[in-house]
């Protein structure tokens, strides 16, 4: 399954640069809304949440500093916004991959693999913004977007359980060997760079194998998976 495509960049004043379009602008936003979200996304993904003024948002989306604050209550709620969307993006895509698999622990594992590692793809800095600046959210927003990520976790958790439960998963360890394989499909948007040697299906397929090796799946009749160092010869691989 496919993650959700991004909406068109918004359009902006006349002689502004176009903004890259972003996963967490989505249908309806009104205009000078969804211009201020992806300029605080192109910004902050450069200079962070606390070296990011509002005046640095609001020239990137073309307007002044202060229309910022007739769509957002401050830069922090922007930043709220932006955080919480990306994990909206990344948990409804999760629980489609999940509505739409097969009964079966190795399917299910696969497809919320998938969209886990395509979602992180096409969602770079949305992704790396997710992790660098989440200790920038006051209380109330942090608790919001924790509660999302523990969501999202859970998704995963339930699956591996399940199949060690129906004796397809070995691993002895259900429960690390979840949080291993979301911890490793996250990383890929701090690693991966477009026309690089890997295409993203590419990808998306060698994840979706060291997963499944990860838990140890044993189809009925077979041993179980080996190592993924074993399977690509050495703790490492190409990218």
Known sequence: MASPEPVAPPRRSRGAPAL??????????????????????????????????VRDIAAAAGVSPAVLYHHFASKQGLLATVL??????????????????????????????????RVHLESQRESLLGNS??????????????????????????????????????????DDASRMITSACTAVAAWYRPGGPLTGDEIVARYQRVALDTVGYAPVGEPASGSSAQRFGGAGGER
């Open 20 to 53: 890259p379009a972003t996963s967490v602008v989505f249908p309806g936003d009104e205009r000078t809304a969804a211009a201020l979200i992806s300029a605080a996304v192109e910004v902050m993904a450069v200079h962070g949440y606390h070296g990011t003024s």
């Open 84 to 117: 919480d969307r990306g994990m909206d993006v990344l948990v409804r895509a999760t629980e489609e991959a999940l509505y739409a698999a097969p009964d079966d622990p190795a399917a299910r594992l696969e497809a919320i693999v998938g969209v886990h590692v």
């Open 133 to 174: 600046e989440l200790r920038a959210l006051e209380a109330g927003a942090l608790a919001l977007v924790v509660a999302r990520r523990d969501t999202q976790q859970r998704m995963f958790d339930r699956v591996v359980r399940d199949g060690c439960a129906r004796g397809v998963f070995t691993t002895p360890h259900p």
